[in-house]
């Protein structure tokens, strides 16, 4: 024992505070899934014939403008993922209004550039249009663009052009290195915006997509059929702006293949009887623990309940969204970090009967044993890994969580089994070692 065991310590507390604090924060609820509080299950599928194809690239595209739809609804941790070449998958769990979801969902995002005059608007104000069409991210309450300023009067921006007049966007990169979007426009719009631009130089262009601003340039020059679109992007940004113009609208028609309202599958009752079952649990290898191993096994469990205590906090702070394979995939790593600490216990008792003073027995236990909780756990997150790509590529969610929840539980498991639990070993019994000399049962040997 010495003064980085204290430092440990200190480290652990200030840890488990922190974790201790997310828990009962009402800012960090937990994300409960479909099968826990049920909600709406939409399946999109391309609207195009058979023989013609739907490129990755599209559907990507579409996931990512359905994605930032229903996050407009405020709906907790929705999942919006391909399900094989040509169909999305859409779940939002504890929706109370399916067809304002489904209207969403469906209609077509508008692009549009808007005339805001000498005023730079910043990315992701909210804003109205002249055009009456369309989506919109932003909700105003009434005459008003800022809710917060409730005496303000929204002004109402002149669109220009929608997005129906562009023939092509893609990223470039200046010889500077500066990354910047190049634009085409379609031939019976160029004489127009030439016009437009020629008398509006100095003037700002507003890119909005759904009533949402995504970036404001100034108007440096003329533009005919071919402009660009610079400032301090990065390679990121550019890359997302160009594909915010090539497919402001969705790049190929869907239409809804089914949709499902989806109740509770384990409803309230069974949540609770699943909790009741899961503290009954907990509590038997709590037992368990203190009664085969006595004084290191109170140390092990005081680490153990700092465990579940961490997993929730990042839980919460993520956040995972909780369903019952990710629930599972908790147990399970929660079996391990159990699993971790008889490792190094049973090799202290080993050295202890081998005739080594309890001092060598403790720093054996954990040094020896490491290599084997190392290589179990690495190769659990090699597995949970596979889990995550191939939940990825075939749209099985719940694989998903399953694989998040269990590489996350078995990554805190070695933490508390290596550092809590030595740190409390190397304090408790280290100081202890001439009164526990003689006490060998305390050690369950």
Not at 281 to 293: E, K
Not at 295 to 301: M, N, R, W
């Amino acid at each position: 024992m010495d003064r980085r065991d204290f430092i440990w310590l200190g480290i652990i507390i200030l840890i488990l505070a922190a974790a201790g604090w997310i828990a009962q924060n009402p800012n960090y609820p937990i994300v409960q899934g479909l099968d826990l509080q049920g909600g709406l299950q939409v399946l999109l599928e391309a609207d195009v014939p058979a023989d013609q194809s739907v490129t990755t690239e599209q559907m990507d595209t579409a996931r990512q403008i359905i994605d930032q739809r229903v996050n407009a609804l405020g709906v907790a941790e929705p999942l919006v993922i391909t399900e094989g070449e040509r169909r999305i998958l859409v779940e939002l769990p504890g929706i109370e209004n399916p067809d304002e979801a489904i209207s969403l969902i469906q209609e077509t995002a508008l692009l549009e550039f808007v005339d805001t005059g000498d005023t730079p608007l910043a990315e992701g104000t909210c804003i109205r249009t002249s055009t009456n069409t369309g989506p919109s991210r932003c909700e105003f309450p009434s005459g008003v663009t800022d809710p917060e300023a409730i005496t303000n009067p929204a002004p109402t921006y002149e669109t220009v052009l929608t997005g129906a007049a562009l023939r092509e966007a893609s990223t470039k990169t200046s010889q500077f290195g500066e990354s910047y979007v190049a634009f085409a426009l379609q031939p019976d719009e160029s004489d127009f915006f030439a016009e437009y631009t020629r008398t509006h130089i100095g003037k700002f262009l507003t890119i909005v997509l759904d009533k949402q601003v995504i970036s404001s340039p100034r108007i440096n020059a003329e533009i005919s059929d071919q402009g660009s679109i610079t400032g301090n992007f990065t390679l990121e940004d550019a890359q997302k702006l160009a594909l915010q113009l090539r497919f402001g609208s969705l790049p190929v028609p869907l239409r809804i293949e089914s949709t499902r309202q989806v109740g509770a599958t384990l409803g309230d009752l069974s949540i609770a009887s699943s909790i009741r079952a899961g503290v009954i649990g907990l509590a038997v290898v709590l037992l368990f623990m203190l009664v085969y191993y006595r004084l290191p096994g109170f140390l092990a469990d005081v680490a153990l309940l700092g465990y579940a205590l961490l997993n929730l906090a990042v839980f919460m702070l993520i956040p995972i969204t909780l369903t019952l394979p990710a629930i599972t995939g908790f147990l399970i790593s929660t079996g391990m970090a159990v699993d971790a600490n008889i490792l190094v216990f049973e090799r202290m008792k080993e050295e202890l009967r081998r005739g080594s003073s309890l001092g060598e027995a403790i720093n054996a236990g954990f040094d020896r044993a490491w290599t084997s909780i190392r290589d179990s756990n690495i190769a659990t997150l090699v597995i949970s890994l596979i889990l995550l790509i191939f939940g990825r590529s075939f749209g099985a969610s719940t694989v998903q969580g399953f694989a998040y929840t269990l590489a996350i539980g078995v990554m805190i498991s070695m933490f508390t089994a290596v550092f809590v639990t030595r740190t409390f070993v190397r304090i408790v019994i280290g100081r202890s070692i001439n009164w526990l000399s003689n006490k060998k049962w305390l050690l369950g040997v």
